[in-house]
């Protein structure tokens, strides 16, 4: 039996985004804390609910979230549904492990929401509690999410003139027209290539090493490319 490791009276929440790839990340992150001596919460959606007996060391806590049947809704459509439903249901719901945690004398230091389950802020801005966002898609998402910001800022999107649907993706005519989006995506591409070749020999131990790596790689040509 392993040695059981004194709480420190701090309780975290973790909502994981009920969907398996989302859902394993968050409990080993969980995992990780509690073993940190951190008290763990879990509030989860009824939905695709996690297996508490799995992890008897966790608190979890189910929230309802209305949806009996997603057979009929593609992955965008139920995650904007997911997004609305449950915000009544969590708000309440951390109201209450807030409000037990300080009977137990222990303090709620933050939630840690799946990313995906953007409504999360506006909740815990009402407690004044930290939210964290654990992102747990792969490098290949990682890159383009750290452009987003620049492509805001210099008005690439939105993408205002009149766009058209291509097998479920909403693509401009300026932008395929242009030899310069063809020339960043070539060099992304190089780039990105070399690093997972990197990652393929063994050179990062874990794929958080390989994000670091990326991020310094876009650190050193955004600027360049963008100009």
């Known amino acids: ?3 059981e490791k ?3 009276g701090v309780r ?7 969907f398996q790839g989302h859902i394993n990340p968050m409990l080993q992150l969980a995992n990780i804390l509690y073993s940190k001596g951190f008290s763990i919460t879990i509030i989860h959606t009824t939905f695709n609910p996690p297996n508490p007996l799995n992890y008897p060391h966790f608190t979890f806590c189910p929230i309802q979230d209305g949806i009996t049947d997603s057979s009929s809704l593609d992955l965008l459509h ?4 997911l997004n609305i439903r449950c915000v009544t249901p969590f708000r309440d719901m951390l109201a209450k492990v807030i409000s037990d945690a300080r009977d137990n004398k222990e ?16 909740v815990s801005n009402t407690f004044e509690l930290p939210r964290i966002v654990l992102r747990t898609s792969g490098i290949s998402s990682f890159v383009p999410f750290l452009l987003f910001p620049l492509l805001i800022e210099r008005g690439y999107i939105p993408i205002q003139e009149l766009a058209r649907t291509i097998a479920g993706k909403v693509v401009a005519d300026a932008v395929e027209q242009s030899w ?15 690093l997972q070749q990197r990652w393929l020999d063994g050179s990062y131990a874990s794929d958080f090493e390989l ?3 990326t991020t310094a790689v876009v650190g050193r040509k955004l600027s360049r490319w963008f100009r």
């Open 12 to 18: 975290l929440v973790l909502l994981p985004l009920p």
């Open 180 to 194: 310069r989006w063809q020339e960043v995506a070539a060099r992304w591409w190089f780039r990105f290539s070399k």
């Open 107 to 122: 303090i709620v230091a933050c939630l840690i929401s799946d990313a995906l389950f953007y409504f999360t802020q506006a």
């Open 211 to 213: 994000k670091i790596a």
């Open 6 to 8: 004194q709480r420190k």
């Open 78 to 81: 139920l995650i904007i549904l």
């Open 1 to 3: 039996m392993r040695m």
